[in-house]
């Protein structure tokens, strides 16, 4: 075990801590020496046969440089500590014609100038939405394009593996995905409409004012589909082939729409529309189409309920009366967010997940993070996971190299084994209107599940981790064994051992396997744990 010596009661500071300890998963004790001999220090001093150094600092309302290592330049809203050339030098920071160490190794230690308790505290509480109108275009999506939050706590976990691996012994932690998958990708469908309405008159206009020919024609095409009773919109048996053969399942986000339209403003017209209803049959015969193959049904927010909290609540009961079952999940339509106010409407419907948070007009990550988070505004984080939107069809539009944007942020959520959340509305499946959507999806989340990602629906990702965040673990090691005692043995769990370079691990009690080796990760899965929880790996 680590441990974590504090006196902070700074709040960002303290949600910092805990988003830190819950998202690694691994044993610490606060205040404490551990048996391992390795300490974490955070703005106090501490002792420790390997001791990691944090300092405290001041979060400015503005970028105030970068922090750069060999493969990465990622912007900080501090002025890190000056931590010396030492040994080793991790990362330095950089603003303009200023550069210096910010992360340091000696031979029993590391410090850590920047405060990446403070600073992602700060970022999961929505301070980058507040820097990003003072950029210009050219920045907005620079600092979109990188999860600064994953960064700043991967140096940090880089930095406790560095210390397990100078005292030889193995660094223990649950699991971050089951199965020994390496990320996850949430598969995400808004269902504003089943029918192409106002859209016969906006979209051809568009084209024709845009002089795209093609594109005219697709909408001609379309036409066509529509004389032969053949709705252009209604894609889902297609959607639910691609998935299958994925082997996946996905979340489908029912909207009843509540505002009115106004002729005379075409702002307004697409309110009219998008579905009325939720008791219209062909609505209902989708839903259960839906529930039949194995999705997920949830409700997507009307465009005025995220300021309202008598509509979330009324079109979430009404929903369920159709689904005959608990919905625990929600976007709201338009990605219309007012934080923290929509957060708790959306709470006191009884909703426990929320995916609304992401870009209407870029892809990437605008908190900084592509992990699901509790949103902190208050003395403890609200009961409601946020699952980060990262890629929304639209927001590919005016891309010339849209696979490779997707292929470039999956591989950044890769890296520090997030969530791919991905947004594709059921029409842009329709290829005669948009040419490639539908060939991207597949492509991407191919590309997705040959490096070995979870692909699944949003309920899931929200089931596995609150389950993992009620799971604790208690670990020690002796001589060549590492006995790990899960608290609950009710439920299969599963584990990630970072072997000390060149081990092996093994099984030695039989209440569990090792389902994968990854150079010197070793992933392991419980079972038959009611007679024996001690989990006894060999380490040679």
């Known amino acids: 075990m680590i441990s974590l010596y504090y ?60 922090c750069c290592t060999p493969s990465e330049k990622i912007p900080l809203c501090e002025n890190p500590l000056d931590t010396g050339t030492a040994d080793t030098v991790i990362a330095y920071f950089e603003n303009g014609t ?24 700060y970022l999961l509480s929505g301070h980058l939405d507040n820097i990003r109108p003072s950029l210009d275009v050219i920045s907005r999506r620079e600092l ?6 994953d960064f700043l706590e991967n140096i940090l976990f880089e930095a406790i593996l560095a210390a397990c691996y100078d005292r030889h012994i193995p660094l223990v932690q649950k699991s971050i995905w089951p199965e020994g998958k390496s990320f996850a990708v949430c598969l995400t469908h808004d269902v504003d409409e089943i029918k192409k309405t106002y859209q016969w008159i906006s979209r051809p206009l568009r084209y024709l004012m845009k002089r795209d020919i093609r594109g005219f024609k697709g909408q001609v095409s379309s036409m066509i589909q529509k004389i032969r009773r053949i709705e252009p919109y209604d894609t889902y048996d297609d959607i639910i082939g691609i998935e299958k053969s994925l082997g996946a399942k996905s979340t489908y986000y029912i909207l009843k729409e509540t505002g009115t339209f106004v002729l005379s403003s075409k702002k307004t017209w697409y309110l009219y529309g998008r579905n009325r209803s939720l008791q219209n049959p062909e609505i209902r015969a989708l839903i259960q189409k839906l529930q039949t193959n194995g999705d997920e049904v949830a409700i997507h ?30 976007r709201q339509h338009n990605l219309n967010l007012e934080v923290p106010a929509t957060w708790h409407h959306q709470l006191r419907a009884g909703l426990r997940y929320d995916t609304t948070l992401g870009f209407k007009d ?17 003395k403890e984080p609200l009961p409601l996971l946020e699952i980060p939107l990262i890629i929304m069809d639209i ?22 084994q997030g969530v791919l959340t991905l947004l594709w509305h059921p029409p842009v499946f329709n290829t005669l209107e948009f040419l490639d959507a539908r060939d991207i999806y597949i492509n991407i989340n191919q590309y997705c599940q040959d490096k070995g990602a979870w692909i699944t629906r949003a309920k899931d990702i929200y089931e596995w981790i609150s389950l993992r965040n009620r799971q604790t673990f208690s670990c020690f ?31 030695h009690s039989g209440n569990a396997d090792v389902i994968k080796r990854e150079g010197d990760c070793v992933y392991i899965k419980t079972h038959n744990q009611q007679k024996n929880n001690e989990i006894i790996v060999g380490i040679a």
């Not at 300490?39 to 600092?57: C, P, S």
């Not at 870029?362 to 208050?378: A, C, K, V």
Request: one cysteine or more; glycine letters at 10%; charged letters at 20%.
């Open 395 to 416: 927001c590919l539009e005016s891309s010339n190299t849209k696979i490779e944007d997707c292929h470039r942020i999956a591989n950044e959520v890769e890296r520090y």
């Open 477 to 507: 090691n002796h001589d060549s064994t590492c006995t790990i005692i899960p608290s609950d043995n009710d439920y299969e769990q599963f584990f990630t051992l970072y072997l000390p370079p060149g081990s092996e691990g093994t099984i």
């Open 7 to 66: 006196r902070t009661d700074n709040p960002y500071s303290l949600y910092g801590i805990n988003h830190f300890t819950e998202k690694f998963g691994i044993p610490i004790m606060l205040n404490s020496p551990s048996e391992s001999g390795i300490g974490l220090a955070y703005g106090v001093e501490a002792k420790g046969d390997f001791l990691i150094k944090m300092n405290e600092n001041e979060i400015h309302k503005g970028l105030c440089g970068k």
């Open 98 to 121: 200023t550069r210096y160490p910010c992360v340091s190794q000696t031979k029993h230690g590391i410090t850590i100038g920047i405060d990446i308790f403070k600073e992602t505290g």
């Open 144 to 149: 979109a394009s990188k999860p600064t939050v």
């Open 301 to 330: 927010g009307s465009y005025f309920s995220y300021l309202h909290p008598e509509l979330i609540e009324e079109q979430t009961r009404e929903l369920e009366g159709i689904i005959h079952e608990k919905i625990v999940g929600t």
């Open 362 to 378: 870029t892809i990437g990550f605008r908190w900084g993070t592509s992990f699901p988070f509790f949103p902190n505004f208050g």
